[in-house]
């Protein structure tokens, strides 16, 4: 680069922090003086408003003093909000103000325009010269998606067309230049190729300043109801996922606030990586959340599903065990679409029979038996949904209640529970009876006066009629605190006997039929049906019951939606059923949807693929509302991991490597377990040496982990972490962690514990292995203590190094 050009960008660039530093310091007083404006006013709130309740009219005036005190102080507030946001982001730009530079002709207009981008707009004071673009504007489309050249971008008023005549990309710490390139093609790999080679973080970075062109498409989509994004490991899913977030924040600002986003993470650990890159960007965080965490809240505590990690560990590690290839069935088929048909008919059925209730009860004795329940529910016009017809029974029910509490009050039990009851409880209806008096202080007057004049003693507590009034109380207290716990059931739909209606499913395979219609049923079914309900009597759900199980309650409940999300993420998309993306859509009835993930690590029995022409994603909003994007470069990994890793998957040669050297891959071939130990642990020493600081000896299972953690503390590993699926953040260090927990998090150097065919030699174990070497970005080590697992033996001696004790 010419020193000259570079003279005048660092010119360029102090005239720019010192108008930044002008502004930051005009804004400073008033920040401070709206804020203690704002705190001060809630202080004196009170002071200020007259409260004066003596006539209607004082009342009312009151009412409008504190509303309009309130409007005042909103108002304040949302000022002070604003202008800290503004204070803030000129903060946050004043370091680094921008990041690249595009010169645009744009056709027909007279002078060239030179646009800096940052990652916020900063206006001089005129109001209108641009003297930063943030990121997400228009104009800085082309910034991503064009080299020198004719370029174009879109405004919400039409397109612009012109010629690029210069891309410039800026490395700016601390207001001093530290690197400028101008880059010939889209985005020069050279700051990529930099940020690249630094170091794995505990925390997830942003990619505003390098976003490349087909991931630019995933962020501006702005037209789809479903965008699916299949993209190989490391090639920036979860990067655009978030970069699109905070894209969508800027283009929607006046409409969409960010907990109108959602994101479905794949663990609580996940959501923690990631969880800086929005405000590092300027931006409040969507919300986050696991599929999981939706399931355990909506159940309640009345079962216990079974966690995805559960089930996977399960599946990993019951091989051979009774029922182990019945439970696998189970699972295909129960994720299936299929299996949603059947329900959606078994829906049906429970319209015309079938339903099933549980009596309410007071003390051993039925008040309403099911049988009455269930002849009421199948009275009622059978044309209406089974969740109208539902409420109707609970309105009945709940007037029966009250006919029985009243009746009920008069039954011999109530009187003898009046013959036990303590003198706490005397002395609160008591209390009850005097209150009474006490708030008619009037009437209390008039008592006392009108016993004067008509000289006969009103009714007191020696009297009769009191005594009476005082039975009566208890005893509608008495049966008040039996019934009011039953009302409350009925509210919640508790009479349904929902695992009774979910659990006849599973009577047998004619029933089945009967029931659902399906025609084609696993092959192994009697004894899925016996694994659940087996489950459900012990109040558990399989991990593959669960959505179904909250699909069926809702066909009774009525639908449960969220309608106030506008945006649906889900990361690691394909490790979520066809059911539970049906399920997602109803829950979610607004949103629109973006799902990404990658068939290649599709570790779960559940998985779902994202791209296949018969794809239940494509189906869901039907293909005129999709858009397929598919990500084939690979970001993390030097070339030579990438290399190893992508022919592990049939069809992975298209995955293609970003140009980052470094070493091959090393198979290390052991001896016995003590052996490599000791070998892992001087390799970690030596990855430390050379500056590598985040370090994961991966293993298949949670029960792999804790064993290989365990020996490894023997052979001087004391201060290796054990990552389990408790952990919620994820921190600087070397661990070990199974490799469903691994998922989207990345590494400086990944140590494969155990990569013979005993642990990796099943199909369904290939992308196992697949997702734990694709976390490495530097270094890729994978041990042995006697032959090597197939998907490793299969590949090119050429793509790695071997070396042995
Ligand atoms: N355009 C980019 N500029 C700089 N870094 C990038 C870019 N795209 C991706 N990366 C980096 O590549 C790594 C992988 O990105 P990310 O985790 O988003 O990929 P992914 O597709 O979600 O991966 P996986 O499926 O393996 O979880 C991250 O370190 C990310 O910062």
């Not at 209406?384 to 006919?403: D, H, K, M, T, Y």
């Amino acid at each position: 680069m010419k020193s000259k050009d570079w003279q005048e960008e660092q010119g360029r660039l102090e005239r720019v922090r010192n108008k930044l530093q002008a502004r930051i310091t005009e804004l400073e007083p008033e920040v401070t003086g709206l804020r203690d404006q704002a705190t001060d006013m809630r202080k004196r709130f009170w002071e200020d408003v007259t409260i004066n309740t003596s006539t209607d009219e004082d009342f009312e005036e009151t009412f409008h003093n504190i509303n309009q005190q309130s409007a005042v102080l909103a108002e304040r507030e949302r000022g002070h909000k604003l202008l800290t946001q503004q204070w803030k982001n000129l903060k946050r730009l004043l370091p680094s103000p921008y990041f690249g530079r595009i010169d645009f002709q744009e056709n027909g207009s007279d002078p060239m325009e030179q646009i800096y981008i940052g990652v916020s707009s900063f206006v001089d004071r005129d109001g209108l010269s641009f003297l930063i673009y943030d990121w997400r504007t228009p104009i800085a489309s082309m910034y991503y998606d064009y080299s020198p050249g004719r370029a174009s971008y879109v405004t919400p008023a039409g397109g612009i067309e012109g010629t690029m005549e210069l891309k410039r990309q800026f490395q700016i710490q601390n207001g001093q230049i530290r690197n400028m390139f101008d880059a010939s093609e889209t985005i020069g790999d050279e700051l990529l190729q930099q940020v690249l080679g630094t170091g794995a973080d505990s925390q997830m970075k942003t990619i505003v300043a390098t976003i490349q062109k087909e991931q630019n498409a995933i962020i501006r989509n702005d037209k789809s109801r479903m965008l699916i994004v299949q993209g190989a490991a490391g090639s920036g899913k979860t990067s655009a996922a978030l970069q699109r977030v905070a894209y969508l924040l800027y283009r929607h600002r006046q409409t969409i606030k960010a907990d109108q986003i959602v994101l479905f993470s794949p663990n609580p650990m996940f959501t923690s990586y990631i969880s800086t890159v929005l405000p590092e960007l300027g931006e409040e965080n969507m919300q986050q959340t696991t599929f999981q965490e939706y399931i355990d809240y909506w159940l309640g505590s009345s079962l216990r599903p079974e966690d995805p990690f559960d089930g996977i560990e399960y599946v990993l590690t019951a091989q051979g065990t009774p029922g182990y290839e019945a439970r696998l069935q189970g699972i295909q088929y129960k994720t299936s679409e299929a299996f949603l048909q059947a329900l959606q008919n078994y829906g049906t059925w429970l319209g015309r029979e079938g339903m099933r209730f549980k009596g309410i009860r007071i003390r051993d004795r039925i008040l309403i038996t099911a049988k009455q329940m269930r002849e009421k529910f199948y009275s009622y016009d059978r044309s209406l949904p089974l969740f109208n017809r539902v409420v109707l029974l609970q309105e009945w029910l709940l007037n029966e209640l009250a006919a029985l509490e009243r009746m009920e009050r008069e039954a011999p039990w109530v009187q003898e529970e009046l013959n036990y009851l303590d003198s706490d409880q005397y002395a609160e209806v008591f209390g009850t009876l005097h209150r009474d008096r006490e708030v008619f202080d009037l009437a209390e007057h008039y008592a006392a006066v009108r016993e004067k004049v008509i000289k006969k003693r009103r009714e007191d507590e020696g009297d009769f009629d009191f005594a009476q009034k005082e039975e009566d109380l208890l005893r509608r207290t008495i049966v008040k605190d039996i019934f009011k716990p039953l009302r409350k059931r009925v509210r919640k739909f508790s009479f349904v006997d929902f695992k009774g209606i979910y659990g006849q499913l599973f009577d047998d395979e004619a029933a089945y039929r009967e029931k659902t219609n399906e025609a084609v049923l696993p092959s192994l079914w009697p004894e899925i049906c016996r694994q659940t309900k087996e489950t459900l009597t012990r109040n558990e759900l399989f991990h593959e019951d669960a959505t179904p199980y909250l699909y069926v309650k809702e066909l009774i409940e009525g639908v449960r939606t969220n309608t106030e999300i506008q945006y649906v993420f889900v990361d690691e998309g394909q490790d979520y059923s066809a059911f539970q993306y049906e399920y997602l859509k109803k829950l979610f009835p607004r949103a629109r949807m973006t799902v990404l993930g990658d068939f290649g690590q599709a570790i779960f029995m559940q998985s779902t693929s994202l791209d296949a022409p018969d794809s239940p994603l494509v189906r869901l909003y039907g293909e005129a509302e999709t858009r397929l994007i598919r990500l084939v470069r690979s970001y993390r990994s030097t070339r030579e991991i990438v290399e190893f890793t992508r022919l592990m998957l049939p069809g992975g040669e298209e995955i293609a490597p970003f140009e980052r050297g470094g070493q091959k891959p090393q198979l290390v071939g052991l001896d016995g377990g003590e052996e490599r130990d000791a070998q892992i642990m001087a390799n970690i020493a030596a990855l430390r040496a050379e500056g590598f600081h985040s370090i994961a000896v991966i293993t298949k299972t949670a029960a792999e982990s804790r064993e290989a953690y365990e020996s490894l503390r023997a052979h001087g590993g004391e201060a290796l972490q054990l990552i389990t699926k408790e952990t919620q953040n994820f921190e600087k260090g070397a661990m070990v962690i199974p490799v469903y927990l691994a998922k989207g998090v990345e590494f400086d150097a990944v140590l494969i514990y155990d990569a013979s065919p005993a642990a990796y030699g099943r199909d369904n174990e290939r992308k196992l292995l697949y997702t734990a070497c694709t976390r490495a970005m530097h270094r890729l080590y994978l041990y042995s203590t006697g032959d090597w697992s197939p998907f490793v033996g299969a590949l090119p001696p050429n793509l790695y190094e071997k070396a042995s004790n």
